[in-house]
């Protein structure tokens, strides 16, 4: 009766062990997998904005995922490493070039950074999802991005 208690024991700890390392074994499999892609991933620069003063170039950049797909965006505000950098991970980019502009969007005489990403979708469905726009906040001096709202709400507001 001992030895079949025993003998149970030891098969139960033998399959707990097993079970125990090939899980182990998958999680590491799948950590190496994300390690390699991420190093395939390239960071790239898609657009910039040129300027006189160092300090006012703007450059557009993304990780590469394919031919056509971009994700993991950072806008870089200056010409140096340490300059400002504001990052979007959860901008998304396909199939057509994204465009890049630097105007003054809300009239006060600063200005204001402008991407539009996936121009194939641009007009259909959410806006807000293809167009952003980063405000200068002059207190802070710095940009933070600016809520759109929809078209169909600007019209409502520019009946009223």
Same mark, same amino acid.
Do not use: C
């Given at each position: 009766m001992?030895?079949?208690?025993?003998?149970?024991?030891?098969?139960l700890?033998?399959?707990?062990l097993?079970?125990?390392?090939?899980?182990?074994?998958?999680?590491?499999?799948?950590?190496?997998?994300?390690?390699?892609?991420?190093?395939k991933?390239?960071?790239?620069?898609?657009?910039?904005?040129?300027?006189?003063?160092?300090h006012?170039?703007?450059?557009?950049?993304a990780?590469?995922?394919?031919w056509?797909? !971009? %994700?993991n965006f950072? $806008?870089q505000v200056?010409?140096? #490493?340490?300059e400002? =950098?504001? +990052?979007?991970?959860?901008?998304?980019?396909?199939?057509?070039?994204?465009?890049?502009?630097?105007?003054d969007?809300?009239?006060d005489?600063f200005?204001?950074?402008?991407?539009?990403?996936?121009?194939?979708?641009?007009?259909?469905?959410?806006?807000?999802?293809?167009?952003h726009?980063?405000?200068?906040?002059?207190?802070?001096?710095? !940009? %933070?991005?600016?809520? $759109?709202?929809?078209?169909e709400? #600007?019209?409502?507001? =520019?009946? +009223?």
């Amino acid at each position: 009766m001992k030895t079949q208690k025993n003998i149970f024991m030891l098969v139960l700890f033998v399959l707990v062990l097993t079970f125990s390392i090939s899980w182990i074994a998958s999680k590491d499999k799948e950590e190496s997998e994300k390690v390699i892609a991420e190093e395939k991933r390239e960071r790239v620069v898609l657009l910039s904005v040129l300027s006189d003063i160092r300090h006012q170039m703007i450059y557009l950049m993304a990780d590469k995922i394919t031919w056509m797909d !971009y %994700e993991n965006f950072v $806008i870089q505000v200056g010409d140096s #490493t340490q300059e400002a =950098l504001y +990052r979007f991970p959860k901008w998304y980019h396909g199939k057509y070039p994204p465009d890049l502009f630097y105007h003054d969007v809300n009239g006060d005489t600063f200005g204001d950074i402008i991407i539009v990403l996936n121009n194939d979708k641009v007009g259909r469905g959410n806006p807000r999802e293809d167009i952003h726009i980063l405000n200068f906040i002059k207190e802070r001096e710095e !940009y %933070e991005e600016a809520l $759109i709202e929809s078209i169909e709400k #600007t019209k409502k507001r =520019l009946i +009223r």
